[in-house]
């Protein structure tokens, strides 16, 4: 009889012991992650995203694979350029996504439980092939910083997540936008314009020799500095919008304070951006580009990086010389007059037959020069001459003549320099100090 009733019992603790078994299994399964997603994300058509407290928005593809974000709301609609890059990093982090565990099989009436029927996030994401239906994910925070998760291709499961899943995954519209605000190709760039209401514009076109100037009058003709203009139109194509204004916003009938446009080789449309001046928040500018189709806001130190005056891009050099005909340099500093020319081994002071090095360096120096402001026709009375320089070729004919004077009114570290008979130009003082030290204006030994 014991052994009777101890067979029962145990009998009775097998049974006891798999009914739990299989209603835990049942409750709380392991489960392979691709389970949780199975579909590939190769042929998306359109991402719509549904956030707790935030405007809906969608994803949508072009025929061309590009991306655009699109935000209805109550009055009108939005539609801006996406980054495809971002969109598809959107995807490769869903399709990751690996559930903690799988919750036992629910009916829709359950949904509350886990907070599924009001999702932190919703995504209905739809394919180009009509064959695959539409995939329905929600996402809902629980207690215990767990985070669930249901999804239409397995209706009767609800998953467990990390926390960190509702972070990667709930982003906003704008984490999706193109900030770029113009898109080019930097070595394409044929013509660039400045446009200031009151200010200097401009107007520069690419020849074989270079950029030179087409606007403003004065300058037609005249080369533009080509290492400040290529640096110019590499800050453009880095220049990325700060905030975007999601709001409808009229500006068409106020003058812009700042517009810029770029052409692309022989295109008669250029690439344009305008800046316009916010009277509520003057450390901030309202921007509408070619590129973006949303307005944006760029503050007021940005903006300023982006002015330029003609002088800015102007190209600024005094002396244009072939460094290579230069046989013969005369200097004459005040009672001293010295003779140099090149000879087979260098160049030689002709009165001492003493060698001299560093010549060449300052005939580099020469062609370096650039004014510091724009010139004068006239000297002003306070100038002093100090130096006179003339270069002269093989045969002794002049190539330059080049006369500096000092001027206490000009700003420290500058002084004028005269090329030949044209205007005085304001030019960095340090060449002059260079040659006084070389060439003393007492007696010496010449």
Same mark, same amino acid.
């Given at each position: 009889?014991?052994?009777?009733?101890?067979?029962?019992?145990?009998?009775?603790?097998?049974?006891?012991?798999?009914?739990?078994?299989?209603?835990?299994?049942?409750?709380? /399964?392991?489960?392979?992650?691709?389970?949780?997603?199975?579909?590939?994300?190769?042929?998306?058509?359109?991402?719509?995203?549904?956030?707790?407290?935030?405007?809906?928005?969608?994803?949508?593809?072009?025929?061309?694979?590009?991306?655009?974000?699109?935000?209805?709301?109550?009055?009108?609609?939005?539609?801006?350029?996406?980054?495809?890059?971002?969109?598809?990093?959107?995807?490769?982090?869903?399709?990751?996504?690996?559930?903690?565990?799988?919750?036992?099989?629910?009916?829709?009436?359950?949904?509350?439980?886990?907070?599924?029927? $009001?999702?932190?996030?919703?995504?209905?994401?739809?394919?180009?092939?009509?064959?695959?239906?539409?995939?329905?994910? $929600?996402?809902?925070?629980?207690?215990?910083?767990?985070?669930?998760?249901?999804?239409?291709? &397995?209706?009767?499961?609800?998953?467990?997540? &990390?926390?960190?899943?509702?972070?990667?995954?709930?982003?906003?519209?704008?984490?999706?936008?193109?900030?770029?605000?113009?898109?080019?190709?930097?070595?394409?760039?044929?013509?660039?314009?400045?446009?200031?209401?009151? @200010?200097?514009?401009?107007?520069?076109?690419?020849?074989? /020799?270079?950029?030179?100037?087409?606007?403003?009058?004065?300058?037609?003709?005249?080369?533009?500095?080509?290492?400040?203009?290529?640096?110019?139109?590499?800050?453009?194509?880095?220049?990325?919008?700060?905030?975007?204004?999601?709001?409808?916003?009229?500006?068409?009938?106020?003058?812009?304070?700042?517009?810029?446009?770029?052409?692309?080789?022989?295109?008669?449309?250029?690439?344009?951006?305008?800046?316009?001046?916010?009277?509520?928040?003057?450390?901030?500018?309202?921007?509408?580009?070619?590129?973006?189709?949303?307005?944006?806001?760029?503050?007021?130190?940005?903006? @300023?990086?982006?002015?330029?005056?003609?002088?800015?891009?102007?190209?600024?050099?005094?002396?244009?010389?072939?460094?290579?005909?230069?046989?013969?340099?005369?200097?004459?500093?005040?009672?001293?007059?010295?003779?140099?020319?090149?000879?087979?081994?260098?160049?030689?002071?002709?009165?001492?037959?003493?060698?001299?090095?560093?010549?060449?360096?300052?005939?580099?120096?020469?062609?370096?020069?650039?004014?510091?402001?724009?010139?004068?026709?006239?000297?002003?009375?306070?100038?002093?001459?100090?130096?006179?320089?003339?270069?002269?070729? $093989?045969?002794?004919?002049?190539?330059?003549?080049?006369?500096?004077?000092?001027?206490?009114?000009?700003?420290?570290?500058?002084?004028?320099?005269?090329?030949? @008979?044209?205007?005085?130009?304001?030019?960095?003082?340090?060449?002059?100090?260079?040659?006084?030290?070389?060439?003393?204006?007492?007696?010496?030994? &010449?």
């Amino acid at each position: 009889m014991k052994r009777i009733t101890f067979v029962l019992t145990l009998v009775v603790l097998v049974v006891f012991s798999a009914s739990g078994y299989w209603y835990t299994t049942l409750q709380k /399964e392991n489960v392979d992650h691709t389970r949780w997603l199975p579909n590939s994300f190769d042929a998306v058509r359109s991402i719509h995203f549904q956030l707790a407290d935030t405007p809906r928005f969608t994803l949508a593809a072009s025929q061309q694979s590009e991306w655009e974000v699109q935000i209805s709301g109550d009055t009108s609609s939005i539609k801006a350029r996406a980054v495809s890059d971002k969109v598809d990093e959107f995807l490769r982090r869903l399709a990751s996504v690996e559930p903690l565990r799988s919750l036992g099989r629910f009916d829709s009436g359950r949904q509350r439980q886990f907070g599924i029927e $009001k999702p932190d996030l919703k995504v209905i994401i739809n394919f180009r092939k009509s064959t695959i239906k539409p995939l329905t994910i $929600k996402l809902a925070s629980g207690d215990h910083s767990v985070v669930y998760g249901w999804n239409s291709r &397995n209706p009767e499961l609800v998953y467990e997540f &990390n926390e960190k899943v509702l972070g990667n995954l709930a982003l906003t519209a704008e984490s999706f936008f193109d900030k770029r605000v113009l898109f080019f190709d930097e070595n394409a760039i044929s013509k660039v314009q400045l446009v200031q209401p009151f @200010g200097s514009s401009w107007l520069v076109e690419k020849h074989k /020799e270079g950029y030179f100037f087409s606007l403003p009058g004065y300058l037609k003709g005249k080369p533009a500095s080509d290492s400040a203009l290529k640096l110019y139109i590499h800050s453009l194509a880095l220049l990325q919008a700060r905030q975007f204004v999601l709001e409808s916003t009229d500006v068409d009938k106020r003058i812009p304070a700042l517009t810029l446009r770029l052409w692309r080789g022989t295109d008669s449309e250029p690439s344009t951006v305008a800046f316009y001046t916010v009277k509520e928040n003057p450390g901030q500018y309202l921007g509408q580009s070619s590129w973006l189709t949303v307005p944006f806001l760029l503050d007021a130190q940005s903006v @300023g990086q982006l002015v330029k005056s003609a002088f800015d891009v102007q190209g600024r050099s005094v002396i244009k010389l072939d460094l290579g005909t230069v046989a013969r340099l005369v200097v004459i500093h005040g009672e001293n007059n010295y003779a140099i020319e090149r000879s087979t081994s260098g160049w030689r002071l002709l009165d001492s037959k003493k060698d001299l090095q560093g010549i060449d360096m300052f005939l580099w120096r020469f062609t370096e020069l650039q004014f510091e402001a724009l010139p004068i026709n006239n000297l002003p009375d306070s100038a002093v001459r100090l130096m006179y320089c003339k270069l002269a070729d $093989k045969n002794g004919d002049t190539l330059t003549e080049l006369t500096f004077y000092a001027d206490p009114k000009l700003p420290q570290g500058q002084c004028w320099m005269k090329n030949g @008979g044209g205007m005085f130009y304001p030019v960095s003082s340090r060449l002059l100090k260079d040659l006084q030290g070389m060439f003393p204006s007492g007696s010496s030994e &010449n």
